[in-house]
């Protein structure tokens, strides 16, 4: 494809992407799918730009005055396009028409004063929030989640360890780093040229001795001091990282119990299970269940003041993996958010009956905004006085508040994740 058609596909795709609720990711797939003739630099070309005017969107649209994908695109190729990028626009075939006298006026007069919302192109819906959990470091913090995430590895204990990984990852064409926040964590960095497809698809990962996941989770198991013989409830399990994680620390000895409310999820843990040679985990369907003193659990009642360990990865608004998912951040909606702070509250106070005297809550997650983070622990202490936020052997770069820890990509070079370590009274 020549460069205008790989514009104007870019173009119609970020549309279709502000009219509808799919991730631009799935948007991508779909449409490389149905375009075969599209070749791999073709593909990389058009996804680049189209989350690249993602992560910058809100200042495109401040300059120009107008969210439209066009105008979007202009600014892009404005600010970083070759000096011929006005020659793609000619109105051949598939390719977009011409930059017009008025487009061209507000090119040349953009702003050059921006306020920090646009400038660091996040919804201004949020900026109260996040003030409220970096401070004066707002600014430092939000430029860092405008950079392109790395891809990270855990490796698997239970069947490998860092140096061989690394050493059978590099005989498959993957060159890896070690990362001093985790004994566990390789990266690879985000100008390599490698994709997750290239590591799902190696002998290393398929013998199960490294997983995709993110530093800052890898980061929080390694301090969940959980141990073999435990039992430990993983409430929200979702695709199943943290869980096997988790197994990895206890040995595959004690009773892991994951749960979720998806049968899809739960499903789509088994082959990982497998692969990573965890046998130590019983998988369970939940329902959504809002707890009082007097009502068991339907499903984990049998549970109920034994677990040394409930981690609660709660839904949350995903601000913290805006570096991954960038067009994410303008589909999160106020109402959507006061759905998770429910949902949250709800998790918190089911986990607490799960939890045995002198055991422990861990709550995390992937959120920048404090009312899903230092408020809502704040909310849950106030409600059980039993639970006293416990301090960990954390790197100095975390960033610790009064009740638990912020990882950023400026601090730590992680997503955003937030994390209380909770104890209950003996």
Not at 74 to 88: F, K, M, N, V, Y
Not at 154 to 166: D, E, G
Not at 340 to 353: C, G, H, V
Request: glycine share 8%; charged share 25%.
């Amino acid at each position: 494809m020549r460069p205008g058609p790989r514009v104007q596909t870019a173009i119609d795709l970020l549309i279709e992407l502000a009219e509808g609720d799919r991730p631009a990711e799935q948007l991508l797939r779909n449409w490389a799918r149905k375009n075969r003739y599209a070749g791999s630099k073709d593909r990389a070309a058009i996804g680049d730009l189209v989350f690249e005017i993602s992560r910058h969107k809100g200042r495109y649209a401040f300059l120009m005055g107008s969210w439209e994908p066009r105008a979007l695109m202009l600014a892009h190729l404005a600010e970083q396009g070759p000096a011929d990028w006005r020659s793609w626009f000619d109105g051949t075939a598939h390719a977009p028409l011409p930059v017009t006298d008025l487009e061209e006026e507000q090119l040349q007069n953009r702003p050059t004063q921006l306020p920090g919302f646009a400038m660091f192109s996040v919804p201004e819906d949020w900026m109260n929030e996040i003030e409220a959990t970096f401070g004066e470091e707002t600014d430092v913090e939000l430029e860092a989640m405008l950079s392109r995430a790395p891809i990270d590895l855990r490796v698997n204990t239970l069947k490998s360890a860092r140096k061989p990984a690394r050493v059978h990852l590099a005989r498959e064409g993957i060159e890896t780093q070690p990362l001093e926040l985790s004994a566990h964590a390789l990266r690879i960095e985000a100008t390599a040229e490698i994709a997750p497809r290239q590591i799902t698809s190696s002998e290393t990962f398929k013998k199960g001795e490294v997983e995709l996941q993110d530093l800052g989770s890898i980061w929080i198991v390694d301090r969940l001091t959980v141990k073999p013989g435990d039992t430990v409830v993983d409430l929200c399990a979702g695709g199943g990282g943290k869980t096997l994680g988790l197994a990895a620390a206890m040995k595959n000895k004690g009773s892991l119990i994951a749960c979720d409310i998806s049968p899809e999820r739960l499903a789509n843990i088994k082959p990982r299970l497998k692969r990573a040679g965890a046998t130590n985990v019983d998988l369970r369907l939940i329902s959504a269940f809002t707890t009082s003193d007097d009502t068991p659990d339907p499903v984990l009642g049998d549970l109920s003041g034994k677990a040394d360990l409930v981690l609660v990865d709660a839904p949350c608004s995903g601000t913290g993996t805006w570096r991954r998912h960038p067009d994410a951040k303008w589909r999160l909606t106020p109402e959507a958010l006061d759905r998770y702070l429910k949902t949250q509250s709800e998790l918190l106070d089911r986990a607490a009956k799960l939890v045995r005297p002198g055991g422990s809550l861990a709550y995390v997650t992937c959120s920048i905004l404090n009312c899903e983070n230092e408020a809502q622990i704040a909310q849950f202490l106030e409600a059980h006085n039993n639970f006293k936020p416990r301090e960990i052997d954390s790197n100095a770069a975390v960033r610790k508040s009064s009740r638990g820890y912020q990882l950023s990509p400026n601090t730590t070079g992680c997503d955003g994740f937030y994390v209380a370590f909770l104890k209950r009274a003996g």
